[in-house]
Protein backbone atom coordinates (compact mmCIF):
# COMPACT_ATOMS: atom_id res chain seq x y z
CA UNK A 1 0.00 0.00 0.00
CA UNK A 2 1.03 3.54 -0.95
CA UNK A 3 1.62 6.12 1.68
CA UNK A 4 1.26 9.90 1.30
CA UNK A 5 4.46 10.29 1.60
CA UNK A 6 5.08 7.67 -0.84
CA UNK A 7 3.13 10.23 -3.12
CA UNK A 8 4.32 13.25 -2.72
CA UNK A 9 7.79 12.00 -3.22
CA UNK A 10 6.80 10.29 -6.57
CA UNK A 11 5.35 13.92 -7.15
CA UNK A 12 8.88 15.89 -6.01
CA UNK A 13 10.48 13.67 -8.94
CA UNK A 14 7.90 14.30 -11.75
CA UNK A 15 7.90 17.81 -10.67
CA UNK A 16 11.80 17.73 -11.27
CA UNK A 17 11.40 16.02 -14.90
CA UNK A 18 8.93 18.75 -15.62
CA UNK A 19 11.10 21.49 -14.51
CA UNK A 20 13.99 20.08 -16.28
CA UNK A 21 12.41 19.23 -19.31
CA UNK A 22 10.87 23.09 -19.43
CA UNK A 23 14.53 23.83 -19.06
CA UNK A 24 15.79 21.93 -21.51
CA UNK A 25 13.25 22.85 -24.53
CA UNK A 26 13.79 26.72 -23.55
CA UNK A 27 17.57 26.42 -24.18
CA UNK A 28 16.75 24.40 -27.57
CA UNK A 29 14.49 27.20 -28.37
CA UNK A 30 17.04 29.33 -27.92
CA UNK A 31 19.39 27.99 -30.25
CA UNK A 32 16.85 26.60 -33.42
CA UNK A 33 16.29 28.78 -35.99
CA UNK A 34 13.29 29.16 -38.37
CA UNK A 35 9.89 29.89 -36.44
CA UNK A 36 8.24 27.10 -37.15
CA UNK A 37 10.84 25.12 -34.30
CA UNK A 38 11.21 27.90 -32.70
CA UNK A 39 7.32 27.85 -31.88
CA UNK A 40 7.29 24.69 -31.37
CA UNK A 41 9.80 24.26 -28.99
CA UNK A 42 8.57 27.46 -27.09
CA UNK A 43 5.57 25.48 -27.14
CA UNK A 44 7.07 22.21 -25.51
CA UNK A 45 8.51 24.45 -22.71
CA UNK A 46 5.13 26.30 -22.06
CA UNK A 47 3.47 22.52 -21.62
CA UNK A 48 5.97 21.61 -19.20
CA UNK A 49 5.60 24.10 -17.14
CA UNK A 50 2.31 24.01 -16.75
CA UNK A 51 2.71 19.91 -15.98
CA UNK A 52 4.55 21.64 -13.61
CA UNK A 53 1.97 23.40 -11.77
CA UNK A 54 -0.34 20.32 -11.90
CA UNK A 55 2.11 18.14 -9.65
CA UNK A 56 2.73 21.42 -7.51
CA UNK A 57 -1.19 21.20 -6.99
CA UNK A 58 -1.14 17.31 -6.47
CA UNK A 59 1.85 17.77 -4.10
CA UNK A 60 -0.02 20.38 -1.82
CA UNK A 61 -3.25 18.00 -2.12
CA UNK A 62 -1.43 15.56 -0.86
CA UNK A 63 0.42 17.05 1.92
CA UNK A 64 -2.76 18.92 2.84
Known sequence: MFTKED???YFNQMLELEN????IYGGIFDKVGGSYYKDFFKT??????AHGKIVEEMIKRFKG
Open 7 to 9: FVK
Open 20 to 23: RMEV
Open 44 to 49: MAEEEK
